[in-house]
């Protein structure tokens, strides 16, 4: 009895689920409509115009996302799950608009920093159509990840990672994962800093 049940039991009239992968990846296809997702949308939903390794790139994927979530009965809930900012970081330059620093090249760090910067651009492309569509001034949006970027037991990727943060990077650090709520109009802003 997750999210999706509990917002359609208050009045939410649609719960979709999107991940431009393999719809048998970790069972999704079954495990979705028994967690009350009404649709998923996978691989087989999307175009295939610009892969980056797992799948759809994140450019291509949030933008044909909001033409599918606009079609969507009010309220609703969308889940989207995005590939490019994943291990193994493999993320081409020319999308990404960063200039790494030599020692970064060719790194595992390098490429986390690039995909990291191309998943930024491709927020920014996302929320802008949200809000040329009309649908961005009514939604919330919460954005996590599910699980650590860096891992601190890669010793080159880690070094960096201690260098740039100021300490011995440690396991508190990388499983401390952000989430971001954004309710547009909200002025108030509060940072939390717990594990």
Same mark, same amino acid.
């Given at each position: 009895?997750?999210?999706?049940?509990?917002?359609?039991?208050?009045?939410?009239?649609?719960?979709?689920?999107?991940?431009?992968? /393999?719809?048998?990846?970790?069972?999704?296809?079954?495990?979705?409509?028994?967690?009350?997702?009404?649709?998923?949308?996978?691989? /087989?939903?999307?175009? /295939?115009?610009?892969?980056?390794?797992?799948?759809?790139?994140?450019?291509?994927?949030?933008? @044909?996302?909001?033409?599918?979530?606009?079609?969507?009965?009010?309220?609703?809930?969308?889940?989207?799950?995005?590939?490019?900012?994943?291990?193994?970081?493999?993320?081409?330059?020319?999308?990404?608009?960063? !200039?790494?620093? !030599?020692?970064?090249?060719?790194?595992?760090?390098?490429?986390?920093?690039?995909?990291?910067?191309?998943?930024?651009?491709?927020?920014?492309?996302?929320? @802008?159509?949200?809000?040329?569509?009309?649908?961005?001034?009514?939604?919330?949006?919460?954005?996590?990840?599910?699980?650590?970027?860096?891992?601190?037991? +890669?010793?080159?990727?880690?070094?960096?990672?201690?260098?740039?943060?100021?300490?011995?990077?440690?396991?508190?650090?990388?499983?401390?994962?952000?989430?971001?709520?954004?309710?547009?109009?909200? @002025?108030?802003?509060?940072?939390? +800093?717990?594990?």
């Amino acid at each position: 009895y997750g999210l999706p049940h509990i917002l359609k039991d208050n009045g939410y009239k649609t719960a979709n689920a999107f991940h431009a992968y /393999e719809k048998e990846f970790w069972n999704r296809n079954k495990a979705y409509p028994k967690q009350g997702f009404d649709r998923y949308f996978s691989n /087989e939903d999307f175009s /295939e115009e610009e892969i980056i390794r797992l799948g759809l790139s994140d450019g291509k994927f949030l933008l @044909e996302a909001v033409d599918k979530i606009k079609t969507q009965s009010e309220p609703w809930y969308s889940f989207l799950i995005l590939l490019s900012s994943h291990h193994p970081f493999h993320i081409e330059p020319r999308y990404s608009e960063l !200039q790494l620093l !030599q020692e970064h090249e060719n790194t595992m760090f390098g490429g986390y920093i690039r995909s990291i910067n191309y998943l930024d651009k491709c927020l920014e492309d996302f929320f @802008e159509k949200m809000k040329k569509e009309g649908m961005y001034e009514n939604t919330m949006f919460v954005r996590y990840g599910d699980h650590f970027g860096i891992a601190n037991y +890669n010793d080159e990727s880690a070094d960096f990672v201690s260098e740039l943060i100021g300490h011995k990077y440690n396991e508190r650090d990388m499983f401390n994962v952000p989430l971001l709520i954004h309710i547009p109009g909200i @002025e108030k802003a509060e940072e939390r +800093n717990i594990v």
